[in-house]
């Protein structure tokens, strides 16, 4: 596609519940990032694909986050028993994993857990 | 990756220059310095990077002093679309991955 899609753009959940959010990077992106931005604050770094290296999963807040990234492309986000200090916005970023390269964001996902 | 330091918020008129400062004393040799802009409701949008030349584009100018501790970004005519929160980033260019957002500068143009 023509830019980082990511869906749902929003998803309300239970505490407790299980949520995947998903991100379609720019196609040939190799690098794909996830970061989480709560009300009125800066973006938190989550974790990092690059090719078929190891991800750094450094930045993931607790066991209960994970991500995947399935053939290089697509890449789904999963938070197991959702907590409301899970609610943020979700964003997801891709580039082409070279030096010098831009980040390309897609529009986020908004999670609210209730 | 080296911190940033910036302002938490600042005002600029409409048409008048904007420059946003950034502070990264620590700031390695191989660390580029790069710009986002992120408006409301949206993902951030890339701005202009730079490693230790002055670097223009189309949307701003980006000047790094000579000893590369500090930056200013530059949106020469501010205009009311340019209200955002500005982040600055330094990045190790060829081995680094996170990027490391920090709180930003809020810019409000000013009508």
């Known amino acids: 596609g023509a830019g980082v899609s990511q869906s749902p753009s929003n998803k309300v959940t239970e505490k407790g519940k299980d949520v995947e959010l998903r991100c379609d990077p720019i196609s040939g992106h190799t690098a794909l990032y996830w970061y989480r931005q709560s009300l009125g604050q800066g973006l938190e770094f989550l974790i990092y694909?690059?090719?078929?290296?190891?991800?750094?999963k450094s930045g993931l807040p607790s066991d209960r986050f994970s991500a995947e990234r399935t053939g290089g492309s697509v890449s789904t986000l999963t938070i197991q028993r959702t907590q409301q200090e899970d609610s943020a916005v979700y964003l997801c970023?891709?580039?082409?994993?070279?030096?010098?390269?831009?980040?390309?964001f897609g529009s986020g996902t908004q999670l609210s857990v209730l | 990756d080296a911190k940033t330091t910036q302002p938490p918020s600042m005002d600029c008129a409409e048409g008048r220059a904007a420059n946003l400062p950034c502070n990264h004393s620590t700031i390695s040799g191989n660390e580029y310095v790069y710009w986002y802009r992120q408006i409301h409701s949206q993902g951030p949008q890339y701005i202009i990077h730079?490693?230790?030349n002055n670097e223009t584009n189309e949307m701003a100018s980006l000047i790094i002093t000579e000893d590369r501790k500090s930056s200013t970004l530059i949106l020469p005519h501010a205009t009311l679309r340019d209200t955002a929160v500005y982040y600055c980033i330094v990045r190790v260019g060829a081995t680094g991955n996170q990027f490391y957002f920090g709180t930003g500068t809020s810019l409000t143009v000013i009508p």
């Open positions: 730079g490693l230790k």
């Open positions: 694909f690059q090719g078929n290296s190891a991800p750094d």
């Open positions: 970023a891709s580039s082409l994993g070279s030096t010098n390269e831009k980040l390309f």
